[in-house]
């Protein structure tokens, strides 16, 4: 049995990745970031200059820049303190708890004729989706347009670190540029198949009378 077993989680990392927005472009600093710190624990985050440890640090202490984000993973925090606090019901308390009660209950007789309202949504959800891609082929799409993304971004992340005034550099970097130049190709290419597959499925749809029939009855 480990040590930690029978440790309190203070903070808890799970595949954290974080990316930022740089003048339109996307580029990953941690990717899939998991750790446990315990109490009376001490850690220590140990990288080469560049690798992400202040993002990191930055990450869970909610001070990441504001073109950071993160796009995958959770992060956990267990404070006592947190969950023993409790909010008084002052006066001011209780008169905000009567203003929006007296706005739900305003608002509340449009609940009337809401299911048939949602019943109209889902059919137009319906048919909206009979005209575009099924959920495994927009899936397929993300994932070899995410692939070729990355691709790009990770690529233009090294020719950053590439000196050009090295003879050696300069010539990796024009094969690397080449690359750059061939998966945004690439990925204007997977787009345009996208969009030819939902203009052939609109049209599929529009050909099939009794399809629209039945959705104009429902």
Do not use: C, W
Request: hydrophobic share 35%; proline share 1%; glycine share 4%.
């Amino acid at each position: 049995m480990s040590e930690n077993a029978n440790k309190k989680v203070l903070l808890s990392l799970k595949n954290v990745s974080v990316k930022f927005n740089v003048r339109g472009r996307i580029l990953t600093a941690i990717r899939n970031v998991s750790l446990d710190i315990y109490e009376n624990e001490s850690i220590a985050i140990v990288g080469e200059s560049g690798s992400g440890k202040s993002v990191l640090t930055k990450t869970f202490a909610g001070m990441l820049d504001s073109n950071g984000f993160i796009p995958e993973g959770s992060i956990i925090y267990s404070d006592d303190e947190l969950s023993a606090t409790t909010v008084r019901l002052t006066p001011f308390n209780r008169r905000l708890i009567n203003y929006l009660s007296n706005k739900l209950n305003k608002y509340a007789v449009a609940e009337r004729g809401a299911a048939e309202y949602r019943q109209i949504l889902a059919k137009q959800s319906v048919i909206k989706h009979e005209q575009t891609l099924t959920e495994e082929e927009e899936e397929s799409f993300k994932q070899r347009l995410t692939a070729v993304h990355d691709d790009i971004v990770e690529t233009n992340n090294y020719l950053l670190t590439l000196d050009r005034k090295n003879a050696k550099d300069a010539e990796e970097i024009r094969a690397l540029e080449a690359k750059v130049k061939g998966l945004a190709e690439q990925e204007k290419s997977i787009a345009a198949e996208r969009d030819v597959l939902i203009k052939k499925h609109a049209e599929a749809y529009q050909h099939d009378e009794r399809l629209r029939g039945q959705d104009e009855k429902a």
